[in-house]
């Protein structure tokens, strides 16, 4: 493989399991130091364990100085940081009727503050640097509003913007910010083991139903694949990249073109 991140050193947040673990693995591929953080730190250090060169931090993208001392770990192990992916989040997918104001902070505190804390940690070492990318894992929803899902919704759309505020604040200091927005991870176990159930409870089908409901609204009638998150996170990554800035870009086979 072309190891065009060769070199380079990364933080990827939620990254001891499913999406999170294959862009860690990627990133590895593509020539990466990598801090595998997550809340898990048993299975952060499974993880980093199976990497060329990893180390695994615990974290809670939520507490500012856990984050902080993330950031400050990575540069004591690794001499500098080049790379952060965001990719830590949680979902509670409930009618607006349902959820508590406390579930309704949480998703927040998680997907979108802890979003901002671990972007300015990052900055606090690229901007000196004068250079270093910010990727932050978003999702079709940050695009388009989500039946019954609306403080996972919010969240995202709220990391679009965040995404491109940053973008516009830390370009005359070299950094670039983007988000990667990808469609429904049909085949991973959020979904089986989680959303189809939540899915199904909340909109009165059958978790099959579900399922054909989403294949149906993608235009290339797939599910959405670790693999394609990865490609679109490691170019945005890359030189090849290096006149993007402030993009959120749908990974998505079609189903959200804006």
């Known amino acids: 493989m072309l190891q065009r991140l060769k070199g380079q050193t990364a933080i990827i ?6 999406l999170g673990e294959a862009l860690a693995q990627r990133l590895d591929q593509e ?3 990598v801090v595998v953080a997550d809340i898990n730190l048993e299975s952060a250090e499974k993880v980093a364990a199976s990497l060329k060169n990893g180390a695994a931090f615990q974290v809670d993208v939520s507490n500012e100085q856990q984050v902080e001392d993330m950031v400050d770990f990575t540069v004591e192990r690794f001499g500098t940081l080049d790379l952060v992916v965001s990719n830590a989040a949680i979902l509670i997918a409930k009618s607006v009727t349902d959820f508590t104001p406390n579930e309704w902070r949480k998703m927040m505190d998680v997907n979108l503050v802890g979003y901002f804390l671990v972007a300015r940690a ?3 070492v690229m901007i000196p640097n004068g250079k270093g990318n910010i990727i932050q894992i978003n999702s079709k929803t940050g695009k388009k509003g989500s039946y019954k899902n609306s403080a996972y919704a919010a969240s995202k759309f709220g990391g679009i913007g965040l995404t491109q505020s940053l973008a516009l604040e830390l ?11 990808p469609g429904n991870l049909l085949d991973s176990p959020l979904w089986t083991d989680s959303l189809f159930k939540q899915y199904a409870k909340n909109q009165g089908i059958t978790e099959e139903e ?14 959405c694949q670790y693999e394609d998150v990865a490609n679109a ?21 079609g189903q959200e073109m804006r």
């Not at 947040?13 to 499913?18: E, F, M, R, W």
């Not at 070299?174 to 988000?179: E, H, L, M, Q, Y």
């Open 13 to 18: 947040t939620g990254g001891a399991q499913g």
């Open 31 to 33: 020539g990466c130091n």
């Open 122 to 124: 990052a900055s606090r």
């Open 171 to 181: 370009a005359e200091h070299g950094i670039r910010v983007n988000a990667v927005c």
């Open 210 to 223: 579900v399922r054909q409901k989403y294949l149906n609204q993608v235009p290339l009638r797939r599910s």
């Open 233 to 253: 996170m490691v170019f945005l990554a890359s030189e090849e990249a290096s006149y993007m800035t402030g993009q959120a870009i749908n990974v998505t086979g």
